[in-house]
């Protein structure tokens, strides 16, 4: 132990150490945790439960001018938007050495797709569906953020979405809940490491938000209201938050939201019954930014102060922001409204984090220049991200063989986008710096060679500029192939970002429609963080590419694909309606009573202008080759509650090229106690195949699989008739059955 703590610190814990010989790891930090929260006045406890922000990033709507003074008096615990071994130590040094009991600090960020390598944006990270890629994403923004003296991300968002409305369908899985699971399982053993080592300064404490249902706000407008039945959130929205708990997280953020009539952040139901006693999590609680606060306006509380008693009493641990327990939580101790055991329990959780991560041991242990400049931008970090890139990418259409391009090609390249590298990070960028990158028109030129690509800006990525048309048009006029990178500002996405229009915006496509007159392959790069209305983009041009937002290697990543030096592999995890009146458009949707295959041509569940199938179903996703399936069979017709079925298909890759196939899996109920989704994901396999190459692929199917929450909302499968579906995309599949007894 590095005797950096103020003496009567040191001495309470070395006396607790030499008492605890027989004690188990878990109960000698409970004792370690206790022996420091019997030397705390009431104010410095509450001082433990308060989180601020530093004045490094502004990520929320205040902003408090006094936290160096508030850390020296013990007054706040807990800092987040500072960032930097040098900042981190500054603000550390007060905390340990200038207050009186000397707890450290827990520095927390927004690390959500990178600290200083970005990762493509979660979404895109998400379109990999490759789980070990994406724990490799979260490992390596681990390790750049705790060699940056951050102890503690924001991340994993595990929030289920179907409404791209909605900014913040870029942070997280999109809108399955199988998937969206799988991925927030890998986040964690990403940010936490995979033996949840908090002691391992290379991991980073994971938090798990935003709880709950944060994902379903009403008209896909960021902040409001979220309403939904009991069972659909049990069935669809809660498994990702449970499926991160379970696989570690030792964090998590509250929601904005209300359900059912009660925020989130005051919700007892939420907190208690279902995260503590349901889901058994046993770590600490975080507000969002100033969400007690809010309650006011949300109209439960009539002040802060009883806002702030709502949340303490729900269990909300630590407040970010908002200065409501750090202003009226010792009065009501004092006054009896709030017992100081519920404070106890409270500041236990946050002492037991700082305990876990070794901060008492040595409150400047993530403090480390050499480290920092060792791990921030490492090569294998690069090399990560432009492998994770590569791998996010979706091809959506490809005709007249535009992709892959060949060198000796000439190419010209339009669009504000392809020029940019700011929007290449997408939002939360954390540290990520855009000065360090490649935009695409680098990225081309280098690898094509810069006589090869012309570039001409064309068309802004928003506004009705059209000034810059003739330029882009001569350019083209000159190329061989165009490639337009357009899609969305990457302010446009993440918080506080909702759209009525998911259109491109601008006269980016108004461009593409003239080029597209020229009559030479067009292909085009999408830059966005959410599903947009691509069906004029789809008309015009021969090729489309999703390169959601790639990060700090996402010129390379996108040239290589270009070129076919990476056969594309990515697939939706979110549907691409075919316009905006289709939204929400699911694909676990339900069949109603009067589904659009009946015969009946008029009274049915549809719309009259437009059909109900979206552009691009949920898993869509093509290759510059081509995968056939066949031969769907099961080991038996039959499963018995305890037994298994193995299922089986084969995937050739009869096209011209290597490839990599996401073969998934969905079920279908045929009759439950309630109606059930007419397609389920269970599983998925990630296959390489050489041209030519066929392969047999196997899921097990167990009962466990096919529960949910019956009409009594007991949790199980019902016996009865089930499809079982594999294929490529969630349309496009084959189809068997078998019954479970
Ligand atoms: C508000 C966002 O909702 C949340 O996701 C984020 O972690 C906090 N701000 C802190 O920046």
């Not at 930090?29 to 030397?39: F, P």
């Not at 369908?169 to 986040?187: K, M, Y």
């Not at 691009?616 to 099961?634: E, I, K």
Request: with cysteine; net charge negative.
């Amino acid at each position: 132990m590095k005797h950096t703590l103020p003496f009567l610190l040191l001495a309470t814990l070395l006396a607790v150490s030499c008492k605890q010989e027989l004690s188990t790891p878990e109960t000698r930090i409970d004792e370690r945790v206790d022996s420091v929260l019997r030397l705390m006045t009431l104010e410095e406890k509450i001082g433990q439960m308060v989180l601020y922000t530093s004045d490094w990033d502004v990520t929320g709507p205040t902003m408090r001018a006094t936290y160096l003074d508030d850390i020296r008096k013990g007054h706040c615990g807990n800092i987040f938007n500072a960032h930097t071994v040098a900042y981190t130590r500054q603000l550390q040094k007060v905390a340990v050495e200038e207050s009186r009991l000397g707890i450290p600090l827990l520095f927390g960020y927004d690390v959500i797709h990178g600290h200083k390598t970005i990762f493509p944006l979660s979404l895109g990270e998400a379109a990999s569906w490759d789980t070990a890629a994406i724990e490799l994403s979260a490992r390596v923004s681990a390790v750049e953020a705790a060699a940056s003296g951050l102890h503690w991300t924001f991340a994993p968002m595990v929030d289920i979405s179907v409404d791209p409305r909605w900014g913040r369908v870029s942070e997280g899985a999109g809108e399955d809940p199988f998937l969206g699971s799988r991925i927030a399982e890998a986040r964690v053993r990403g940010f936490q490491g995979r033996d949840n080592n908090l002691a391992d300064t290379l991991t980073v404490l994971a938090t798990v938000k935003h709880f709950a249902a944060y994902g379903a706000p009403q008209a896909g407008r960021d902040y409001n209201t979220v309403d939904m039945s009991e069972r659909v959130f049990f069935d669809t929205y809660l498994p990702p938050y449970q499926a991160a708990i379970e696989a570690g997280a030792m964090s998590v953020m509250t929601s904005f939201n209300e359900l059912d009539g009660v925020p989130a952040t005051g919700s007892s139901y939420l907190l208690k019954d279902i995260l503590r006693d349901k889901l058994g999590f046993k770590g600490l609680v975080v507000t969002d930014y100033t969400s007690i606060n809010e309650m006011v306006h949300h109209g439960v509380a009539a002040t802060d102060a009883e806002a702030g008693l709502l949340a303490v009493k729900a269990g909300v641990d630590m407040d970010m922001q908002g200065e409501v327990y750090f202003n009226y939580l010792k009065q009501q101790v004092e006054e009896g409204l709030v017992s100081e055991k519920l404070i106890d329990a409270a500041v236990r959780r946050v002492l037991k984090v700082k305990f876990l991560l070794g901060l008492f041991d040595d409150p400047y242990r993530y403090c480390d220049e050499a480290r920092e400049k060792r791990y921030v931008y490492a090569p294998a970090h690069l090399d990560a991200a432009l492998e994770v890139a590569r791998k996010s990418m979706v091809l959506l259409k490809n005709d007249r063989q535009a992709l892959p391009l060949r060198k000796g090609e000439k190419i010209a390249v339009l669009g504000e986008l392809a020029a940019s590298t700011r929007d290449m990070l997408g939002s939360w960028k954390a540290a990520g710096d855009w000065d360090f990158m490649q935009s695409t028109v680098d990225a081309l030129r280098e690898y094509a060679g810069a006589d090869q690509v012309m570039y001409a800006e064309g068309a802004k990525k928003q506004g009705e500029d059209r000034s810059g048309f003739a330029a882009a048009l001569a350019a083209a006029r000159k190329a061989d192939k165009i490639v337009m990178v357009i899609g969305e500002d990457w302010e446009w996405t993440g918080e506080a970002a909702s759209r009525t229009n998911i259109l491109v915006p601008g006269v980016q496509t108004e461009l593409l429609a003239e080029v597209a007159k020229l009559g030479k392959p067009v292909v085009v790069v999408l830059m966005n963080g959410r599903p947009l209305d691509l069906s004029r983009e789809h008309r015009l041009a021969d090729a489309l590419l999703e390169a959601w937002y790639p990060g700090t290697m996402g010129g390379k990543a996108i040239t290589q694909v270009l070129y076919g030096e990476y056969n594309p592999s990515g697939k939706l995890p979110m549907t691409f309606p075919l316009n905006l009146g289709q939204v929400p458009v699911y694909y676990y949707a339900k069949n109603t009573g009067r589904p659009v295959y009946l015969l009946n041509d008029k009274y049915k569940s549809k719309y009259i202008d437009a059909p109900n199938d979206p552009l691009y179903p949920f898993g869509f996703g093509l290759s510059y080759t081509q995968f056939v399936y066949s031969d769907l069979t099961l080991s038996a017709p039959e499963l018995t509650a305890s037994g298994r079925i193995e299922a089986s298909v084969r995937v050739t890759n009869t096209g011209s090229y290597d490839g990599v196939e996401i073969v998934q899996w969905y079920v279908r109920d045929l009759v439950g106690s309630v109606t059930r989704p007419v397609k389920e994901l269970k599983g998925f396999n990630r296959i390489e195949l050489k041209k030519g190459e066929s392969k047999i692929v196997e899921f097990t199917l167990t009962p466990e699989q096919l529960a949910f929450h019956r009409i009594d909302m007991s949790y199980g499968p019902e016996a009865g008739e089930f499809r079982l579906f594999a294929g490529g995309n969630s349309r496009d599949v084959l189809e068997t059955g078998f019954v479970l007894k």
